[in-house]
């Protein structure tokens, strides 16, 4: 099954779910795009990348990115044209630079959001979100404990 099928929330295909400038929708997140949008970015994709890239690594090319060329915007704008293709969200690659350029924060925050608004609990990751969809809906009993010292 597709990640989208598996949180995704009924949405007007071809939309976002908040506008480009609501960043002070989620205080919290908008406060640490702000000061650290390595972070923000990286969990937007390892969502976006179902796994295949950690949060850490993403990051921290973002970061490497950035410090060298100035410009995160130049990887982070990449991450935007594939959310739109996997979710159908309408829009093109030169809006997409264009919205990462001059306002690298609203695009990042709106990403976050459209996930987050989309079912993912973006603080698990995409192992995280896995094993919670794995679980949804089943009784969990007690813990089992295990005994004695294992190596």
């Given at each position: 099954?597709?990640?989208?099928?598996?949180?995704g929330?009924?949405?007007?295909?071809?939309?976002?779910?908040?506008?480009?400038?609501?960043?002070?929708?989620?205080c919290?997140?908008?406060c640490?795009?702000?000061?650290c949008?390595?972070?923000?970015?990286?969990q937007?994709?390892?969502?976006?990348d179902?796994?295949?890239?950690?949060?850490?690594t993403?990051?921290?090319?973002?970061?490497l990115?950035?410090?060298i060329?100035?410009?995160?915007?130049?990887?982070s704008c990449?991450?935007?044209?594939?959310?739109?293709a996997?979710y159908?969200?309408?829009?093109?690659?030169?809006?997409?630079?264009?919205?990462?350029?001059?306002?690298?924060?609203?695009?990042?925050?709106?990403?976050?959001?459209?996930?987050?608004?989309?079912?993912?609990?973006?603080?698990?990751?995409?192992?995280?979100?896995?094993?919670?969809?794995?679980?949804q809906?089943?009784?969990?009993?007690?813990?089992?404990?295990q005994?004695?010292?294992t190596?």
């Amino acid at each position: 099954m597709e990640a989208q099928h598996l949180h995704g929330k009924p949405r007007a295909e071809g939309e976002w779910s908040t506008g480009f400038c609501d960043c002070f929708s989620d205080c919290g997140n908008c406060c640490i795009t702000c000061w650290c949008p390595c972070i923000t970015f990286g969990q937007v994709a390892e969502i976006v990348d179902q796994g295949s890239t950690t949060c850490g690594t993403a990051g921290a090319l973002y970061t490497l990115i950035s410090c060298i060329t100035g410009c995160g915007c130049l990887y982070s704008c990449f991450y935007r044209g594939k959310m739109r293709a996997q979710y159908n969200i309408g829009g093109n690659d030169c809006g997409d630079c264009l919205k990462h350029f001059f306002c690298e924060l609203c695009a990042l925050t709106q990403q976050y959001r459209e996930l987050k608004n989309r079912g993912y609990d973006m603080k698990l990751g995409w192992a995280g979100n896995a094993q919670l969809q794995q679980n949804q809906g089943v009784a969990m009993g007690a813990p089992v404990f295990q005994g004695g010292m294992t190596r």
